[in-house]
Nanobody
């Protein structure tokens, strides 16, 4: 049974930091590209950061470059998103995604709210 379980969301003040985690099980984690998406009400889900299978390459949306860092631990089957210098516009539900060819798995999402 495939599972992606996100954790680490919450309420943080502007300029603060959060670290999201996504624990994966039920598939060969190391073969999958792992992504973080986010979604706000009325908007499409948007890619925030990606780490390619093998862990050697990462990509970021322009809006988070220099502030967010994606990483993965293949031994633990976990992907992380370190979010620094958070801004109110980062407020969203963040989703973990595993992608391999045409296969996509999604987590249930975790809410991140940036507000004073």
């Amino acid at each position: 049974q495939v599972q992606l379980v996100e954790s680490g969301g919450g309420l943080v003040q502007p300029g603060g930091s959060l670290r999201l985690s996504c624990a994966a099980s039920g598939f060969t984690f190391s073969l999958y590209t792992m992504n973080w998406y986010r979604q706000t009400p009325g908007e499409e889900r948007k890619l925030v950061a990606a780490t390619i299978s093998g862990g050697g390459s990462t990509n970021y949306a322009d809006s988070v470059k220099g502030r967010f860092t994606i990483s993965r631990d293949n031994a633990k089957g976990t992907v992380y998103l370190q979010m620094n210098n958070l801004k109110p516009e980062d407020t969203a539900v963040y989703y973990c995604n595993a992608c391999f060819s045409s296969i996509n798995y999604w987590g249930q999402g975790t809410q991140v709210t940036v507000s004073s």
